[in-house]
């Protein structure tokens, strides 16, 4: 421990020297020290209170969420001119994902400018009106900080491209090949090779490292001038008044310096990069120690990470008191599949699994923080359609799912349509998708042998572009998102029904149980329960039955989830009191019988 202790302080001591680091962690590659980020555990039960703790967060993707100025993309007008909506839902933290410039080959997760905001979405101006507008309405805004790469536009790669041996070369991986060999045989997270010719040397020996598209270089976090650079970003938004940053792919800024590879996991000799991040993971410990006491601790700013694969050693890292993270989203049901990177390959998750996988994830983060608990966000399809039974992809099953979703421990995300239900939506062909990774996978599926037709069902189930379609406003055209001939992304083909309008007044409606389970969540009589009572697993009595407690200082709530085709019964406390139920629940002599794909929340 202290040995890990030093190690942390001297990784983050502004006096190294970049060559120091390099040769730190190269020794620590060599001998595996992966106990180094088992440092500052947390020693005692007691949670410090912090700002955002028993808030409601929501997730927004700005190109699809409102377009103000009918070019079809959504924009920070559009975002403004739905605060009220937001407000009017309970949420407090908004996420955008990236508005920064950028060339949007990954859809602004490649970004060319990390200080300006892309024109399609407005200017600065635009942005520092959404911030005010949104405070008065006491909505924080949390950014998207994507720092494990840049865009193949950003002036420092072109730098780097113009001479390799310049300042700014440092802050990518430029290598030679090995034995004629590429550096090393990853795979990139949108297929091919993570190595790439150094664009206009292409008649050389040099390669620079790309995790996920080759329009996305990876940033050199072992070059200590370069993580400087970053901080000193993120400290130009925190003191704007952003209120903290979604943390986007972080584990993978851990890398073997040796660049060994790693034996083959696929017929093309490569294997997933994200092993190797897998295998790293505790060494991007240091850096985030180092990012959080220069950057987040002194802004009291709160950093929700993207962090796959966490174990229950590290976790009080991540989350404790004393972790780099505020919080970080709970994967657990994601993982998964995660394990199969290729859509073709994928295994159905169905309810049951996805409560096992959750279910731990709340266990394991019980005595040490919060996870985000999701259902979606812009990287899956809907999880009304991907994790329920078939005869539970409804308005019905959306709103069980949103009781789980809401009341377990945590700070809930609602990615932008979940609060009316949205399920995926239908493509007719290849031509209609537009992500870079779907692309790829139709690609990857029909050099595995699918047909046409297969590899297209296959992206309707699996395709991150399910939650990228535009948010559904009302009946009129384009679903009141945008006034543009052609939207960016096909619109849901339920639109006409399937609306934010056809709900709100309704008090049956998949928005307004949100509303319901988010003003419980925060009403002055549970609001410290679901803040910070503990979780407990219960009895699931049928395979598809997602039931959990929440208990603080003798109080205690159910809430039970029934996504079976036929009513199940649950036995309570005789003076039990029903505090909400998506459908008509009975309570009889300490037995609760919930309907078919029904939710009910009982105070024992
Ligand atoms: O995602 C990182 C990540 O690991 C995911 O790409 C995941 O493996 C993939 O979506 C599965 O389909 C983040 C962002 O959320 C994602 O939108 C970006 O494409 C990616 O980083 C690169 O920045």
Request: hydrophobic fraction near 40%; charged fraction near 25%.
């Amino acid at each position: 421990m202290a040995q890990d202790l030093w190690l942390s302080s001297i990784l983050s001591s502004q006096q190294l020297s970049p060559l120091c680091t390099y040769i730190v962690i190269a020794l620590l590659n060599i001998f595996g020290l992966e106990s180094l980020s088992l440092s500052k555990q947390k020693e005692d039960s007691s949670m410090e209170k912090k700002w955002w703790h028993g808030k409601v967060a929501y997730q927004i993707y700005p190109k699809s969420f409102c377009d103000s100025n009918g070019d079809g993309v959504g924009d920070i007008q559009g975002i403004i001119s739905k605060l009220d909506y937001l407000k009017d839902l309970g949420v407090e933290i908004v996420w955008l994902s990236p508005c920064f410039k950028s060339p949007f080959v990954d859809q602004g997760y490649d970004i060319s400018d990390y200080q300006d905001i892309d024109p399609i979405f407005g200017t600065m101006e635009d942005f520092d009106e959404l911030l005010a507008k949104a405070k008065e309405r006491g909505i924080s805004i949390i950014l998207d900080l994507v720092i494990n790469h840049c865009s193949s536009e950003h002036e420092w790669f072109k730098k780097a491209c113009a001479d390799p041996n310049c300042e700014e070369a440092k802050y990518f991986f430029i290598k030679k090949s090995k034995d004629g060999k590429l550096p090393d045989n990853l795979r990139s997270y949108f297929g091919g090779s993570v190595w790439e010719k150094l664009p206009g040397h292409e008649d050389e020996d040099l390669y620079y490292l790309h995790y996920f598209a080759k329009q996305q270089p990876d940033l050199n976090w072992y070059y200590e001038p370069l993580r400087e650079k970053l901080f000193d970003m993120i400290n130009f938004w925190l003191d704007k008044g952003v209120a903290g940053f979604r943390v986007d792919a972080i584990m993978n800024i851990a890398k073997d310096l040796s660049f060994p590879g790693l034996p083959a996991d696929g017929a093309d000799g490569m294997c997933s990069a994200n092993k190797m991040t897998a295998k790293l993971s505790d060494q991007a410990a240091t850096f985030l120690y180092e990012m959080n006491d220069k950057t987040f601790k002194p802004h009291d700013g709160l950093s929700v990470a993207e962090a796959f694969g966490v174990n229950q050693e590290s976790l009080a890292n991540y989350i404790g008191d004393n972790g780099f993270f505020s919080t970080i989203f709970d994967f657990s049901a994601r993982e998964l599949n995660e394990k199969y990177p290729a859509y073709y390959r994928y295994r159905p998750v169905t309810i049951d699994k996805w409560r096992e996988a959750v279910f731990a994830a709340q266990n394991r983060a019980n005595p040490i923080g919060f996870l985000c608990p999701i259902i979606e966000n812009h990287d899956e399809p809907r999880g009304v359609s991907y994790y329920l039974p078939t005869h539970a992809r409804t308005p019905d099953g959306a709103k069980a799912f949103a009781a789980v979703n809401v009341l377990l421990r945590g700070m809930p995300f609602i990615y932008q349509g979940q609060e009316i239900g949205m399920t995926n939506t239908k493509f007719n062909s290849i031509y209609e998708f537009d992500d870079l990774n779907a692309k790829d996978n139709y690609k990857v599926a029909l050099e595995a042998g699918l047909t046409e037709t297969q590899a297209l069902d296959i992206l309707n189930i699996e395709s991150r572009d399910h939650a990228r379609t535009p948010m559904l406003w009302d009946d009129s055209k384009n679903a009141g998102f945008s006034s543009a001939a052609v939207t960016w992304l096909k619109v849901h083909q339920d639109y006409h029904k399937l609306n934010v309008a056809a709900q709100k007044d309704d008090p049956n409606s998949v928005l307004s149980f949100y509303k319901q389970l988010i003003a419980l969540r925060k009403s002055p009589e549970y609001k410290e329960l679901f803040t910070y009572g503990d979780f407990q697993a219960l009895d699931p009595v049928a395979d598809y039955v997602v039931p959990f407690a929440r208990v603080l200082d003798g109080k205690t709530v159910y809430v039970i989830a029934n996504f079976e085709d036929s009513p199940v019964s649950y036995g309570v406390n005789a003076d039990s009191k029903i505090l909400l139920s998506s459908k008509e629940v009975q309570l009889q002599d300490g037995t609760l019988t919930i309907p078919a794909v029904a939710c009910v929340v009982v105070a024992l």
